[in-house]
């Protein structure tokens, strides 16, 4: 149980183009859904935490005009990379927590990640 | 702001050993500590959560510990086999608020 799936998983686009990966909870309800970049060997770096039908909470130093999350429903987040450049080329990861309560005290289930590359 | 630290260095031994990997952290003290293993170009599982008031938890063949006086948590394998080769990922919470990550440290268990 308590499968995430990322679509798509490597997308590899010109720079200027506006890029869309979804994230989906296939066997549970996720209220909360979180963004995660990551650069090789370096630790992931939250981007925004999602809330079901409400705005994104963007963690500091994220630019919320360029990366857009909606979560419109309990089992789909999306995250569009606007006018992406080359300094935006990372692997992307989402993840969803099935229960309600603090982020700390469940387990966080992960999407397999995208990797996006802008030439 | 929480720091956490985990050895950068991959930890390389042989299959049937026991592996020990180190989180230590800076700052406060967390409410739960989660380990987790990721595998290259994949996304992290969750394998284990341990709370403050929780010396240790085991799981299978994995263990780990949660040494508030040392600001440190050891994550064991025991019996390790080749499949447990990953990065082994080490993320803080205090509650309510997000995790924060570690970097990781891989593992390799040659047969």
């Known amino acids: 149980g308590a499968v995430v799936s990322q679509h798509p998983s490597w997308v590899i686009c010109k720079s200027g183009t506006s890029v869309k990966i979804e994230c989906r909870s296939l066997?549970?309800?996720?209220?909360?859904m979180f963004w995660y970049r990551q650069f090789p060997k370096q630790s992931l770096m939250l981007m925004a935490t999602?809330?079901?039908?409400?705005?994104?909470?963007?963690e500091q130093g994220v630019e919320k005009d360029k990366f857009l999350i909606n979560h419109a429903s309990l089992t789909l987040s999306t995250l569009t990379v606007t006018s992406a450049h080359p300094e935006d080329s990372s692997f992307y990861i989402c993840s969803a927590r099935d229960q309600a309560g603090g982020a700390g005290n469940q387990p966080q289930h992960f999407g397999d990640g995208t990797r996006l590359s802008i030439l | 702001s929480q720091k956490i630290e985990q050895n950068s260095e991959a930890l390389n031994i042989q299959e049937g050993k026991t592996a020990t990997l180190t989180c230590n952290y800076t700052n406060y003290s967390p409410a739960y500590l989660q380990w987790y293993r990721q595998d290259p170009g994949r996304g992290p599982v969750f394998l284990l959560l341990?709370?403050?008031?929780?010396k240790e938890k085991r799981k299978e063949r994995l263990k780990v510990t949660f040494d508030t006086t040392l600001k440190q948590s050891l994550f064991h394998i025991t019996a390790s086999q080749p499949a447990d080769s990953a990065t082994y990922l080490c993320a803080l919470s205090q509650g309510y608020s997000t995790l924060t990550f570690g970097k990781g440290t891989m593992l390799l268990v040659s047969p």
């Open positions: 999602s809330n079901e039908g409400s705005k994104a909470t963007y």
């Open positions: 341990i709370r403050e008031n929780e």
């Open positions: 066997d549970f309800q996720a209220t909360t």
